[in-house]
Structures are given as C-alpha cells and as structure tokens.
C-alpha cells in the first residue's frame, strides 16, 4: 500500500512542478504545445525510472564521496540513450515544414542531466529504498511532471492557438501571449493556484 501512496503523491500532493517548483525550466521552455509538453515530460520520466532503479541497485556500492558525481554519471548515460532514440525516431520534419519534435525540444533533452527532480529523487529516494520502490516512484513522479506540462502545454496552445495536438477547438488566432515565453509564467501561476488549492482541500479532507 505505501508503495502505491509513493506512486499517486507525484500528482497532487507532491507535484514537482504544481507544488515543489522543480524543473522549471523545461516545464517554461517546452509547453508551448500540448505535444511538446508531454513529450519532455515522458522523456524525463523514462530517465527517472531507470537511473532509479540503477541508483537503487548499485547504490550501496558507491563511496559517499562520489556519490553525487556517480549519480550524474548514471542519469547522463541514460539521458544520452533518450536523446539518441528520439534523434533517430521522432527527427522527421511536420508535412508543412514545421520542425520536429526532436528540434523543438532542442537542448532541453540533453538538459535532462540536470534536471532537478531526477538527481533529487536519486539523493533522497532511490538509493535508501528496493527497486520496486524506487520503479514506482519514479513512474509515479514522472507521470506527475507528464501530466503538469501536458496540462500548461495544452492551456498554452488552446488559448495561444484554439487547438490542443493540431486539433482546433476555438475558431480565430487565439491570443498571442499564451505561446510566446509571457504567457509560460501567466498560465503556469494560474495553474499552481488551482493545484494548491485542490491540495489544500484534499489534505483538509
């Protein structure tokens, strides 16, 4: 049971961007589309899983006194493995010209290193729990972080566009502001507002 708390925390009531502010400079930086969004977030999430369960396995074996570096060393490894899967499978230009996704992502991918939700769920988590602790955290944290650039991504696009993935849903050119990096900051205070409140009334519950 307490393996499965770990696993629904990283929506609500510990969500690294909504409640702990972490990695907010891809969650800024990639939102601009509902696509975007959720890309970053699920490639983020597919590094944290695995150097979890890494970190998790091997942890005990590393002296404390590189610890740190050791870590990084896991989470760029497998970060390079990302980025080499989405370059050679998601680099295909959209049929208008539009860039790929892989190019809109751009440096954001590699920038996965220094995430502050990946090394920090390594320090604080996976290496003082089991593998099967450390998985579903990392699953249930990165979903957390999917599931928050999906939405800003998706608020961002409706209303900057009228569409979520390409698909219209308001008739007009949408307001300007909400895909341009201003309008990050505006949808994401509104968002962080509503998410709190939900925490509040479900800790309050």
Sequence with gaps: MKQWKNFAKGFIKE??????????CPTLGTTGSAINGISMGLATMA??????????VFGKFIPAKVRIPSYIVIIASFVTIVDLLMQA?????????????????????????VNC?????AEAFA???????SLIDGVGMG????????????VRELLGAG?????KFIEGNGILLFVMPPGAFLALGYLIAIMSKIKNQLVNS
Excluded: C, Q, W
């Design 117 to 121: 939700i990946v090394l920090g769920r």
């Design 47 to 56: 590094v944290l899983v695995m150097s979890n369960v890494v970190i998790s």
């Design 127 to 133: 290496s003082k729990n089991t593998v099967l602790t």
């Design 143 to 154: 979903l957390g972080f999917s599931f928050a650039l999906f939405l800003l991504g998706s």
């Design 15 to 24: 969500n690294p961007v909504f409640i702990l502010f972490l990695g907010l």
């Design 89 to 113: 499978y998601l680099n295909t230009p959209g049929p208008h010209g539009e860039p790929s996704l892989y190019d809109s992502l751009g440096i954001f991918i590699p920038l996965i290193v």
């Design 163 to 167: 569409s979520i993935f390409g698909m």
